[in-house]
């Protein structure tokens, strides 16, 4: 930036005072004076970008209302330590959480490859457990991976109580008691139910920041009649997948899969992750 400011100091204007040499000045200095120009424009762009991460922009996420309950939560703790990036080689980014040291829940959508209308390869897809700021405790390759049959995100309104996906890791990436546990029943879920939701979200891709305040709602269905969870949690695009939490006298469960965030004010639809009663 200094030479481009000041184009007297560059060794080509030491060159003797020819007319080949003062032309050659001319058109360098007006090469730095647009390039000066250029790198402005590029500074000025990223302030706006760095603004865009701001309180003004966390104001139009979808899923977030204007009070933004959101913060920071600890991925050494549960049940942040069982939560995890989920990301594939080209670059997409959602959140998953574990079920068992080698099972990983996420969303289904978050799988899928518009360009080319399919689901990614498998091998593509990366796992890492309680990742925070570069940081993480575990990584590892996804083998395989169980979609529910006839999902597409095509449909994805009709079809969002499908909207979820088991992944298989190529090893252990926890311990047996730092997963998390399907044992809440439908009877749990009731509105006015405390929940929490934390994930690694549009504006904070990097941590998990979380709703511990919030609540299920209540109930309804997508366009085929699968099941989904309302609640009023605060989680927007990058939350999917995340697990919808409720916290008992034995420890956290998981009651759904965060599938579809709400276009206006908080909230969102989870996908139930329910134990089914034995007779």
Known sequence: MGVLHKP??????????????????????????????????????????????????????????????RQKVNTRQMPWAAIGRVQTELGSRCTGFLLSPVVVQTAAHCLWL????????????????????????????????????????????????????????????AKPDAVFHVT?????????????????????????TADTHCHLTGTTQDGQGNLLLTHDCAGTH????????????????VVGVQALAHTAGAGGDAVPLLATKTP
């Open 114 to 173: 518009s360009a080319t209308h399919r689901f990614v390869q498998p091998e593509s897809v990366h796992f890492l457990l309680a990742y925070s700021g570069g940081h993480y405790s575990d990584h590892a390759r996804v083998t395989h991976f169980v979609i529910p049959p006839g999902y597409t995100t095509a449909q994805e309104h009709q079809l969002a109580g499908l909207d979820h996906a088991t992944l298989i890791l190529d090893h252990p990436v």
């Open 184 to 208: 809440a029943t439908l009877q749990d879920v009731t509105p006015g139910t405390s929940v929490s939701l934390g994930g690694y979200e549009q504006n904070q891709p990097d941590i998990i």
């Open 238 to 253: 990058g939350s999917s997948g995340a697990p919808l939490l409720r916290q008992n006298a034995t420890g956290w469960q």
């Open 8 to 69: 007297d100091r560059h060794p080509v204007y030491q060159v003797a005072a020819s007319g080949y040499a003062r032309t050659m000045s001319l058109w360098l200095h007006k090469r730095s004076m647009v390039l000066a120009a250029g790198f402005v424009w590029m500074a000025l762009f990223s302030i706006a970008s760095s603004h865009a991460q701001g309180p003004a922009y966390r104001e139009h996420l979808a899923g977030v209302g204007p009070q933004d309950p």
